[in-house]
T-cell receptor, first 114, second 117 residues
Framework: ETGVTQTPRHLVMGMTNKKSLKCEQH?????MYWYKQSAKKPLELMFV???????ENNSVPSRFSPECPNSSHLFLHLHTLQPEDSALYLC?????????????FGDGTRLSIL | GESVGLHLPTLSVQEGDNSIINCAYS??????FIWYKQESGKGPQFIID?????DKRQGQRVTVLLNKTVKHLSLQIAATQPGDSAVYFC????????????????FGSGTQLTVLP
């Protein structure tokens, strides 16, 4: 079992659809993150959760809605997305948000908006 | 303001040679740095990290060097193998996003390492 698991690996959706991305970490970490990775661009932080509480929303449009029911699971609910939202969405976890600890990533969900 | 790790976009090396991947940063307050490897179709994989109170740290076949004077970070890979072909990027911890919040990692855009047979 890998440390951070994301499903689905690929998702194609229309602009009017509603879908959810799922992330699960098996590392015992208490902080979880959503990142967006677009071609040729650095990773962009979207949301941060620490002990299930959202500690950061990095100016992300409301068509992205995160949910963190517990320290091991993180969701990203999607609705009425735009073509420019097509990207690789990466989930990460770390031992804490206040300490110098590496973030460990899943393999991402490749999202394509038609 | 935020700082961004800068990379040369591509690097090609012969199998068996040593690779050196460089990263420049501009925020002198950054105190923690990480190198990641990202293979095609996969997420970033942690390679090695270093804190600002160190100049060098070694792992298995990898060494990270930190030069705070010129704000430069490098990753050295010894005896490069075909499996090392990937995008490598550095990340720096630039401080707290907001009070009591997360310490934000800022990522560079990466260097594509290609290992030639």
């Amino acid at each position: 079992e890998t440390g951070v698991t994301q499903t689905p690996r690929h998702l194609v959706m229309g602009m009017t659809n509603k879908k959810s991305l799922k992330c699960e970490q098996h590392l015992g970490h208490n902080a979880m993150y959503w990142y967006k990775q677009s071609a040729k661009k650095p990773l962009e932080l979207m949301f941060v959760y620490n002990f299930k509480e959202q500690t950061e929303n990095n100016s992300v449009p409301s068509r992205f809605s995160p949910e963190c029911p517990n320290s091991s699971h993180l969701f990203l609910h999607l609705h009425t997305l735009q073509p420019e939202d097509s990207a690789l969405y990466l989930c990460a976890s770390s031992q804490g948000v206040g300490s110098n600890q590496p973030q460990h990533f899943g393999d991402g969900t490749r999202l394509s908006i038609l | 303001g935020e700082s961004v790790g800068l990379h040369l976009p591509t690097l090609s090396v012969q199998e068996g040679d040593n690779s050196i991947i460089n990263c420049a940063y501009s925020n002198s307050a950054s105190d923690y740095f990480i190198w990641y490897k990202q293979e095609s179709g996969k997420g970033p994989q942690f390679i090695i990290d270093i804190r600002s109170n160190m100049d060098k740290r070694q792992g298995q076949r990898v060494t990270v060097l930190l030069n705070k004077t010129v704000k430069h970070l490098s990753l050295q890979i010894a005896a490069t193998q075909p499996g090392d072909s990937a995008v490598y990027f550095c990340a720096e911890n630039i401080g707290y996003i907001s009070s009591g919040s997360a310490r934000q990692l800022t990522f560079g855009s990466g260097t594509q390492l290609t290992v030639l047979p």
